[in-house]
């Protein structure tokens, strides 16, 4: 079994970083206000989690017979539900990042593992496993209650994503399965079949059917090492790519708090609302804006600016630009405001004594990645 879960998890590693935002793994997507969109939550967040999928498939290898794998993913499934269920209905946070971090380092170890020939005390590895498992439950916890979780029917809702996501797992590791069964029938096609050893009298020759005759001293290494590689190299870029993602949003992080913007919450806490269609997103300081169809596209997900009539034609023409440019954004002129602009989101607003387009930005890419954003998806 593990040769051929090594072909899965070698292909999956590949495949996943090439997915643009695979570093950060646990975003969620939004929900809706009923109870049963939180698994629905829950099994896509896992299918889309290349941390979690990566992890099982390494614990996979290692496990090497289907009884050990059951019993590790058993409780690596048990670790995780335990800290999402307490940290979710508890209110406990962690910062996401750094456990991102951490869960791009546990697809490591699991690598390394192998490449060193597999856990010496199978008690100790399950120990560590189930330790994980704590870990990825707080990162989930923490982000779906950025979806703003609502205290009626939260335990209800907690649970419901926590099925979803073992359901997810499932399905998961029967899709592992499946590809590493299909592309184990023919791994010669795929995979370096041969390394160095100490050549010699008794050196390893290629057998039939292996190709081209190999020099005096090279034998088939198989696809279990490859896999633990790919498994190991996804950790490592993960973790890069996560700590080139912290850096920028320090920089931008920085930039905003020079820029003497201010960034505040909403009190209300809105679901989105059938929308009345907005016949355009930009409106100028000679046109009037759909003020109740602006309010409802707030409530899909959408940022609405306002800014003052006094700004000069060119930063209009600047404003319209950025505005144009950008999605699920409208913007309209405010009579008698006298901040040059103004944002506001569901569940946030944004306040600029000057007209600053980077920091506008800014608190527009925060909303973009953040799972209310989208509640309808």
Request: proline share 6%; net charge positive; aromatic share 10%.
């Amino acid at each position: 079994m593990g040769r051929r879960i090594g072909v899965g998890a070698f292909l999956a590693a590949g495949a996943l970083l090439a997915v643009p935002g695979t570093a950060s793994a646990h975003g969620i997507t939004g929900t809706g206000p009923s109870v049963a969109s939180f698994l629905r939550a829950g099994f896509e967040h896992m299918l889309l989690g290349w941390d979690h999928l990566l992890f099982v498939a390494g614990v996979l290898i290692l496990a090497g017979e289907v009884r050990r794998a059951v019993a590790l993913i058993s409780l690596f499934a048990l670790g995780h539900s335990t800290t999402l269920v307490v940290a979710a209905l508890a209110g406990w946070r962690v910062d996401a990042l750094l456990v991102d971090v951490v869960i791009a380092l546990s697809v490591v170890f699991v690598g390394v593992a192998g490449l060193l020939g597999g856990p010496r005390r199978w008690r100790w590895f399950a120990a560590v496993v189930f330790g994980f498992g704590l870990i990825h439950g707080l990162g989930l916890a923490t982000r779906l209650q950025e979806l703003g979780l609502p205290r009626d029917g939260l335990l209800a809702r907690v649970l419901l994503f926590n099925v979803g996501v073992e359901a997810g797992q499932l399905v998961a590791i029967i899709g592992v399965l499946v590809l590493a069964g299909v592309a184990g029938r023919r791994p010669a096609r795929w995979a370096p079949r041969w390394r160095l050893t100490s050549a010699g009298p008794g050196a390893a020759q290629p057998g039939p059917g292996a190709g081209a005759a190999q020099p005096a001293g090279w034998r088939p290494i198989g696809w279990r090492p490859v896999g633990q590689v790919g498994l190991v190299a996804a950790g490592l870029i993960a973790v890069w790519l996560i700590a080139v993602s912290w850096v920028d949003q320090r920089n931008a992080g920085a930039a905003f708090a020079a820029s003497g913007c201010r960034m505040g919450d909403r009190s209300e806490l809105l679901w989105a609302a059938p929308a009345a269609a907005v016949p355009k997103r930009f409106y100028g300081p000679d046109e009037t804006a759909p003020d109740d169809a602006l309010a409802y596209v707030v409530a899909e997900g959408y940022v609405v600016v306002e800014y003052s009539p006094r700004l000069t034609d060119r930063q209009v023409g600047r404003l319209r630009e950025f505005i144009t440019a950008r999605d699920r954004i409208a913007a309209g002129a405010a009579e008698g405001q006298t901040e040059p602009l103004k944002a506001v989101t569901s569940y946030g607003t944004l306040t600029c004594p000057r007209f600053d387009l980077a920091a506008l930005g800014y608190f527009v890419d925060r909303w973009s990645a953040d799972p209310r954003s989208r509640p309808y998806q």
